[in-house]
């Protein structure tokens, strides 16, 4: 079965720092991720999704994650945090042939002005 | 351009009584999916249906019954509710996997937010 770990409870960075939000899946065959952001009181928004092809996908509001096969991970990254960054981020993972989306518990992130 | 539409926002329950969220989508899509959100446990699916006419359990299936009324509604049903099942509630649509679209994201309502005495 297919699984998300997301090792970091909350991240903590100044707002112009860079961002980054740890994902680490497990899968048989080849694997769909993906990077959702929720805000509070609201569902979750797509931002990214890597299927195949360049390791390095660029999705919203200047986010991107990079794939990495042999180490099994998918972290996402912002070269510089904006306060309005702040908001619960969920790893997700879909197996070829499977319609359903395995979630991790999610990544609180706080910029600090 | 309303997406999906859950209602009602809030509601509060006594252990024992029923209640049905809705929830629509005005996308066409053809898959519909409702999770439960609970601190520190992420999202984790309750039921599914991968098109009009068929729905399939999740991980959590337990206490709760889904209908597919049509391909814009796709309603989640509490017999008896339980403390347990105080959660947020988001349903979500996505175009059907066996189209070659298994990369579609999903798209999530604003959720239900649930809480049994």
């Known amino acids: 079965a297919q699984s998300v770990a997301q090792p970091e409870d909350q991240v903590n960075v100044a707002e112009g720092n860079p961002l980054t939000v740890k994902c680490t899946y497990s899968v048989s065959g080849n694997p769909y991720l993906f990077w959702y952001v929720q805000y509070p009181n609201r569902g979750l928004q797509f931002l990214l999704k890597?299927?195949?092809?360049?390791?390095l996908v660029k999705g919203s509001y200047g986010f991107e994650a990079e794939f990495n096969k042999s180490q099994t991970s998918f972290h996402l990254k912002k070269p510089s945090a904006l306060v309005s960054d702040s908001a619960l981020y969920f790893c997700?993972?879909?197996?070829?042939?499977?319609?359903?989306?395995?979630f991790g518990k999610g990544n609180q992130v706080v910029v600090i002005p | 351009n309303a997406g999906v539409t859950q209602t009602p926002k809030f509601q509060v329950l006594k252990t024992g009584q029923s209640m049905t969220l809705q929830c629509a989508q005005d996308?066409?899509?053809?898959?519909m999916y409702w999770y439960r959100q609970d601190p520190g446990m992420g999202l984790r699916l309750i039921y599914y249906?991968?098109?009009?006419?068929?729905?399939d359990k999740g991980e959590v299936p337990n206490g709760y019954n889904v209908s597919r009324l049509n391909k814009r509604e796709f309603s989640l049903r509490l017999e008896s509710a339980a403390p347990s099942q105080t959660s947020v509630y988001f349903c979500?649509?996505?175009?059907?996997?066996?189209?070659?679209?298994?990369?579609?994201?999903?798209?999530f309502g604003n959720g239900t937010r649930l809480t049994v005495t």
């Open positions: 997700a993972v879909r197996h070829y042939g499977n319609n359903r989306l395995a």
């Open positions: 979500a649509s996505s175009d059907h996997p066996g189209t070659g679209l298994e990369n579609s994201p999903l798209h």
């Open positions: 996308m066409n899509h053809n898959s």
């Open positions: 249906s991968a098109s009009e006419g068929t729905t």
């Open positions: 890597y299927i195949t092809g360049d390791n």
